[in-house]
């Protein structure tokens, strides 16, 4: 009953949600790059990095069950690593608020709001700056 992390493939993306990504994430998903999470040799979540039309790098996460936290932790300090050492600015997000402390996690990450950006979305959106 082991959380197995492996790198993602466009196919377990599709698999994942099970359809081609719609017209307006297309944009989204021309460079990316993420994680899948199994258990028991079935897909329970995935995490992405993409890049949007403005070059701004955003960070994505859905879950089909709870996962272990310490997973999640140093899943998400190693690619912002990356990242960082690869000479990005920084990642942006949204914060889910149907999961329970989120904002916390998100602050413990380094994420602070970020409402001079805004997004056709209208939520607010959080940014790991790496440059301060």
Not at 2 to 17: E, F, M, N, P, W
Not at 25 to 41: F, K, N, Q, S, T
Not at 120 to 129: I, P
């Amino acid at each position: 009953m082991d959380h197995y992390l492996r790198q993602a493939s466009k196919a377990d993306l599709v698999a994942y949600i099970g359809h081609e990504p719609s017209a307006d994430w297309r944009p989204y998903l021309r460079d990316w790059a993420g994680y899948i999470v199994e258990r028991d040799g079935k897909m329970v979540g995935v995490g992405c990095i993409s890049e949007d039309d403005q070059g701004r790098l955003w960070a994505w996460v859905h879950t089909r069950e709870a996962l272990p936290a310490m997973l999640v932790h140093r899943g998400v300090v190693k690619v912002m690593g990356h990242l960082r050492r690869a000479g990005f600015d920084g990642v942006h997000c949204y914060r889910d608020e149907g999961i329970a402390d989120s904002e916390r996690w998100l602050r413990r990450l380094g994420f602070r709001p970020a409402p001079k950006i805004t997004t056709a979305r209208g939520k607010m959106v959080w940014k790991c700056d790496f440059l301060n």
